[in-house]
Antibody, heavy 119, light 110 residues
Framework: EVQLAESGGGVVRPGGSLRLSCAASGFSFDDYGMSWVRQAPGKGLEWVCGINWSGGITTCADSLKGRFTISRDNAKNSVYLQMNSLRGDDTALYYC????????????WGQGTMVTVSS | QSALTQPPSASGSPGQSVTISCIGTSSDIGDYDYVSWYQQHPGKAPKLLIYDVRERPSGVPDRFSGSKSGNTASLTVSGLQAEDEAEYHCSSYAGNNIRLFGGGTKLTVL
């Protein structure tokens, strides 16, 4: 079964850092690009960062102003999101998603890990 | 990189059809045939419904259909059923590996 399992969420103070992890299983991980998508409480979805199959191409939303970094380890079937200088508006459920081979879409979603930025 | 615009809510009675719009710009929806729609039930992760404007993944009923005209994409749900009550999110590729989402539309089946 194709699965994505996020971990690493929690409560962090403003200005702090957090590293999210996503463990993939059930598919050939290094064939796929991956992304992180977040959803603030009661709000819509927001694409955060994406990475290609090899890790050689990474892109993040301009609104993050360089605070977040995405990376992957194909030997561990894992993708990561390093989040620095966290702010209150970063509070959200963070989903790990798989980029489909066909079409620029996300065909598999994890269950999400919650990040709360609060003093 | 502005979010796409969706109506916050939509509704219809069982058996009816409802259409949800998603308005973008000439730099995203208008420039690429890479519009996706996702269905999200409360407390659940989003599920892919439509990709590449009108393509359905295996297992998605043909009651769900997508289309695009200019900078606006649409999702039509025909023959509404109670289980269609959910949040619907549109997304578009915007070039340079960037993706945009709409604010989501809550569909209520009356």
């Amino acid at each position: 079964e194709v699965q994505l399992a996020e971990s690493g969420g929690g409560v962090v103070r403003p200005g702090g850092s957090l590293r999210l992890s996503c463990a993939a299983s059930g598919f050939s991980f290094d064939d796929y690009g991956m992304s992180w998508v977040r959803q603030a409480p009661g709000k819509g979805l927001e694409w955060v960062c994406g990475i290609n199959w090899s890790g050689g191409i990474t892109t993040c939303a301009d609104s993050l102003k360089g605070r977040f970094t995405i990376s992957r380890d194909n030997a561990k079937n894992s993708v990561y999101l390093q989040m620095n200088s966290l702010r209150g508006d970063d509070t959200a459920l963070y989903y790990c998603v798989r980029a489909a081979i066909v079409g620029k879409t996300f065909d598999v979603w994890g269950q999400g890990t919650m990040v709360t930025v609060s003093s | 990189q502005s979010a796409l615009t969706q109506p916050p809510s939509a509704s219809g009675s069982p058996g009816q059809s409802v259409t949800i719009s998603c308005i973008g710009t000439s730099s995203d929806i208008g420039d690429y045939d890479y519009v996706s729609w996702y269905q999200q039930h409360p407390g659940k992760a989003p599920k892919l419904l439509i990709y590449d404007v009108r393509e359905r993944p295996s297992g998605v009923p043909d009651r769900f259909s997508g289309s695009k005209s200019g900078n606006t994409a649409s999702l039509t749900v025909s023959g509404l059923q109670a289980e269609d009550e959910a949040e619907y999110h549109c997304s578009s590729y915007a070039g340079n590996n960037i993706r945009l989402f709409g604010g989501g539309t809550k569909l209520t089946v009356l």
